[in-house]
């Protein structure tokens, strides 16, 4: 075989331009590169947001904490894609799967609601107190607390949680294991969960928050599982409103 066959031909040297190796090499920085500057961007993105809000809700400014931080949140999550020109389907942020998203969320509720029901009822008998606060209707009535979990603390904690920490973090397992899903699904799922966890710790103050990690890898699965926020957010919202109702009964 000729020898001439095995090496890379070279673009013409008066066009300035560079051997076909060397295009590769640097092709493969390009995506190293945008790894890094993703990575970067997601640690800063998720301290500034979760410092803001802890700001929010500790400052003279509280009282409009109910509008300012979902609006935080969202912002969080939109602008940073927007930005560097993201694609809002990555996010799960489509009409796409509606019907098996659905079919996910019935199944999901049908089995941990009754779980749930049945640990909170263990730990009032145990003679121990809830986990957590059910959050107050603050006078707004039953409608109105129903709208403000389901379409401002469901719709914008996963839109920057789900859609875009976890997005991010699925794309930077994608460039470390491409081919390893088996490990990247879990791996994902426990990160996001862990971080929703510590935002939750830092925001309202107390280890307790830290029970928020249960959920957090269910709404984590919801989303590796659909690839959509439609399920994550509707579960969010029907968990928030069952745990109180729950709380109540068991009152």
């Known amino acids: 075989m000729n020898a001439k066959m095995n090496v890379l031909p070279a673009q013409r040297a008066g066009d300035g331009a560079v ?14 590169r945008s790894n890094r500057f993703l990575l970067l961007e997601t640690v800063i993105v998720t301290i500034v947001t979760i410092v803001a809000i802890r700001i929010i809700v500790t400052s003279s400014i509280a009282g409009l904490a109910w509008f300012l931080v979902p609006g935080v949140l969202i912002a ?5 894609t927007i930005a560097r020109k993201g694609r809002f389907t990555h996010m799960g942020l489509t009409s796409r799967h509606i019907g098996p998203s659905l079919s996910v969320l019935c199944g999901t509720c049908a089995v941990v609601f009754p ?10 008998s145990c003679g121990w107190g809830l986990p957590l606060r059910p959050a107050p209707l ?14 401002y603390i ?9 859609g875009y920490l976890q997005s991010s973090i699925l794309r930077l397992t994608h460039a470390l294991k ?30 307790l928050s830290a029970v928020t990690f249960l959920p957090g890898l269910l709404l984590a699965w919801l989303f590796i599982r659909t690839r959509s926020l439609l399920a994550p957010i509707l579960f969010h919202g029907l968990a928030n409103t069952a745990y109180c109702m729950m709380a109540a009964a068991l009152a």
């Open 154 to 162: 469901a719709v914008a904690e996963e839109v920057f949680f789900r």
């Open 178 to 207: 491409p081919r390893a899903w088996g490990l990247r699904s879990p791996t994902t799922i426990l990160l996001s969960a862990a971080c929703f966890a510590v935002a939750h710790i830092v925001v309202q103050g107390q280890v």
């Open 138 to 151: 603050r006078g707004q009535g039953w409608l109105g607390w129903l709208l403000y979990q389901f379409m």
């Open 19 to 32: 051997p076909l190796l060397e295009s590769a090499q640097v092709a493969e920085r390009k995506p190293r």
């Open 115 to 124: 779980a749930m029901f049945l640990c909170l009822w263990m730990l009032k």
């Open 76 to 80: 969080a999550g939109l602008v940073p």
